[in-house]
Each structure stands twice: as structure tokens, then as C-alpha cells.
């Protein structure tokens, strides 16, 4: 699965500007704002199934991180490497799936827009979130943007989960209990590069201490 779910995602970015893909955001709201208000200068963030976000330019803009950004396709990398030149050297990049990943470290932030709702799979699921735990220090906060329970059924052609924050918060503690406390929740409306609206959803949790 890994291997086709890597192909999938280098041939989407292979077959279009990022400009022009449905998630494509020039200023990357409201996860930006989300972070500024959990973490500092010097917080060790991750921004995972990154792509091509504008997500870890903004935040080196605000003096925020060390930032990490993986995702399984290195074609998305490579366009955010480029988009940042020199300062691409400051970014941690990571090809993984990361439902197979072996976190090498702990990060005080962890934020996912629009990854999480691909996994359909119930172990797919639980080996994401044992890796969210793994990589999470104490107190860390995971910041979980999805398609909400009224937002589309599909992106990129293939099917997702779509949660509210409770729903989300409830499938994290069947799989964590006890683990991660709900901490904010909001809906908001996505505006494609094409004019077309998605409604999500974004849940704030924080990482009891062990
Ligand atoms: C809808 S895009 C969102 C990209 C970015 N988060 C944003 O908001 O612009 C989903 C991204 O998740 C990546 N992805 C999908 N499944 C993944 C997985 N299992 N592990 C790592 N990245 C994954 C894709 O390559 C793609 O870049």
C-alpha cells in the first residue's frame, strides 16, 4: 500500500501547478494562526503530508521552529525547496509514509491539513497515531485540520473520513486512551483556487504527560 499511495500522490503533483490543486492556500489559515498561539521561538514543529504548503514559509517568516515537513511524495519536497532557495537548508525534509515512519525525534507541535482523512483503514489509523505519540514531547500539541462531517466525500479521487472535533477526538482515544486531551475545535470554509468551497474542520489537542 505505501508504494502505490507514493505513486499516487508524485503523479498528482506530477500533473499540475500546486497553484492550481483544491488545497492549494497562498496564506495558510487558520493553521498559522493555530501555531503562533501553541508554540514559540525554538519549538520544534512538523508539519506532516506538508506538499507544497505555504505553511513552513510562513512560519520561518515568524521566527517560529526548527521546522520539519514530510510527505510521501519528493516531487511536492523538491517544489518547496525550490519556493524557499537558500533557506530551504533551515527546513528538516523527510520522504516517508507516514504511516511506516520512525520518528527520530520529539517535536512540540505536530500539524496535519488534510492527510489524516485519507486514512480510510483502521490500522492505518493506529499506526499514524502511535507516531503522533511517539514524536509528541509532554504537553506537546497536535493541531488536526480534516474535511468536517459536511465537507466532500473525496479529494484527489480518493475517498476520506470526515470528522468533527469530537468525532476526532473520540477515534483518538479508542486508539490512545486517555492520551490527548480536546483543547479547541473550529469549522471553516476552504476556497478552492477554482472558486468552489470545502468545509473543515481543525482540532486542537494537548498530550497528557505520560
Ligand atoms: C491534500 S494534500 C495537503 C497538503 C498540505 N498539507 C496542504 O495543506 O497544502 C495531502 C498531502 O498528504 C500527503 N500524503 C498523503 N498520504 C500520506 C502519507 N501516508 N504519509 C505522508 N504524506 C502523505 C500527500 O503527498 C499530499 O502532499
Known amino acids: 500500500m505505501p508504494a502505490e499511495r507514493a505513486a499516487h500522490w508524485e503523479q498528482v503533483y506530477a500533473a499540475r501547478s500546486d497553484t492550481a490543486l483544491t488545497w492549494h492556500q497562498d496564506a495558510p489559515r487558520p493553521s498559522l494562526d493555530i501555531i503562533a498561539a501553541h508554540v514559540g521561538p525554538g519549538a520544534a514543529v512538523i508539519d506532516v503530508g506538508g506538499g507544497t504548503s ?8 515568524q521566527g517560529l521552529g526548527p521546522v520539519t515537513v514530510l510527505d510521501l511524495s ?8 525550490n ?3 537558500a533557506h530551504a537548508r533551515d527546513v528538516t525534509w523527510i520522504t ?9 525525534g520529539q517535536y512540540a507541535l505536530w500539524h496535519d491539513r488534510a492527510v489524516l482523512h485519507f486514512l480510510t483503514e483502521e490500522r492505518d489509523r493506529a499506526a499514524y497515531l502511535q507516531r503522533m505519540d511517539a514524536a509528541l514531547a509532554r504537553d506537546g500539541t497536535a493541531v488536526l485540520s480534516t474535511f468536517a462531517d459536511d465537507g466532500p466525500e473525496r479529494c484527489s479521487n480518493l475517498p476520506v473520513v470526515r470528522y468533527t ?5 473520540g477515534m483518538l482515544d479508542r486508539h490512545l486512551p486517555g492520551r490527548f486531551t480536546l483543547t479547541e475545535g473550529r469549522r471553516h470554509t476552504h476556497v478552492t ?9 481543525t482540532a486542537v489537542f494537548r498530550r497528557r504527560s505520560a
Do not use: C, H, M, Y
Not at 505555504?54 to 517568516?61: E, I, S
Not at 516517508?96 to 527520530?104: E, K, L, R, V
Not at 483556487?193 to 474542520?201: E, L, M, S
Open 193 to 201: 483556487p477554482k472558486g468552489n468551497t470545502q468545509n473543515f474542520q
Open 165 to 169: 472535533p469530537e468525532t476526532l477526538a
Open 96 to 104: 516517508a509514509d507516514i504511516t511506516a515512519w520512525a520518528p527520530p
Open 83 to 85: 519556493r524557499l532557495g
Open 74 to 81: 519528493a516531487a511536492a519536497l523538491a517544489t518547496s525547496q
Open 54 to 61: 505555504r505553511l513552513v514559509d510562513a512560519l520561518r517568516a
